[in-house]
T-cell receptor, first 109, second 114 residues
Framework: GQQLNQSPQSMFIQEGEDVSMNCTSS?????WLWYKQDPGEGPVLLIA?????ELTSNGRLTAQFGITRKDSFLNISASIPSDVGIYFC?????????FGTGTSLTVIP | SAVISQKPSRDICQRGTSLTIQCQVD?????MFWYRQQPGQSLTLIAT?????????ESGFVIDKFPISRPNLTFSTLTVSNMSPEDSSIYLC???????????FGPGTRLLVL
């Protein structure tokens, strides 16, 4: 099935830095979701976005549903070591969910 | 949200055998899905588990290899049949409720086939 283009593929940052990652698609989505997956665990939902232009925060995380409905970004402010993991975006349209390729985040203390 | 459990959490199996993975949700859900995630990769949808009818399989996945049951709105099983080392992967159950296009994942089952 369709996969979303997620970038960057990996990031190595210093603790305390801000992080930004994004997801783009050639198709329009009705919902954008952002997940974090820790090693050996299932993906955990971080933020769900349901309307174009919507900007939603969850603690140090902020995500936006692009106005064109074809993209979304996730920002993490003041990163900490436990932010390490793989971040996936997902889009929903019709009855289908499509997943990004993932962004691997490493935080250096 | 939903609380999802999977059994077993991990297993090591011999080539040619079969393993059945269980997924239990703490509340009734409309949709249940089964995914496979190979090391370092994204999620690949195997099938949608339909309550009371045959599962809907994605391209590249067939019922003989991955039979699925969904006897009610809170439970589903996925069987990996006649396993080979290529089936070594993480298998994830997920759920979604109609009207809220949000998907929640179980903790996964780590399968190693020798």
């Amino acid at each position: 099935g369709q996969q979303l283009n997620q970038s960057p593929q990996s990031m190595f940052i210093q603790e305390g830095e801000d992080v930004s990652m994004n997801c783009t698609s050639s198709s329009i989505f009705n919902t954008w979701l952002w997940y974090k997956q820790d090693p050996g665990e299932g993906p955990v939902l971080l933020i769900a976005l349901y309307k174009a232009g919507e900007l939603t925060s969850n603690g140090r995380l902020t995500a936006q549903f692009g106005i064109t409905r074809k993209d979304s970004f996730l920002n993490i402010s003041a990163s900490i070591p436990s932010d390490v993991g793989i971040y996936f975006c997902a889009g929903h349209t019709g009855n289908q969910f499509y997943f990004g390729t993932g962004t691997s985040l490493t935080v250096i203390p | 949200s939903a609380v999802i459990s999977q059994k077993p959490s991990r297993d090591i199996c011999q080539r040619g055998t079969s393993l059945t993975i269980q997924c239990q949700v703490d509340s009734q859900v409309t949709m249940m899905f089964w995914y496979r995630q190979q090391p370092g990769q994204s999620l690949t949808l195997i099938a949608t588990a339909n309550q009371g009818s045959e599962a809907t399989y994605e391209s590249g996945f067939v019922i003989d290899k991955f039979p699925i049951s969904r006897p009610n709105l809170t439970f589903s099983t996925l069987t990996v049949s006649n396993m080979s080392p290529e089936d070594s992967s993480i298998y994830l159950c997920s759920v979604a409720r109609q009207g809220k296009e949000t998907q929640y994942f179980g903790p996964g089952t780590r399968l190693l086939v020798l």
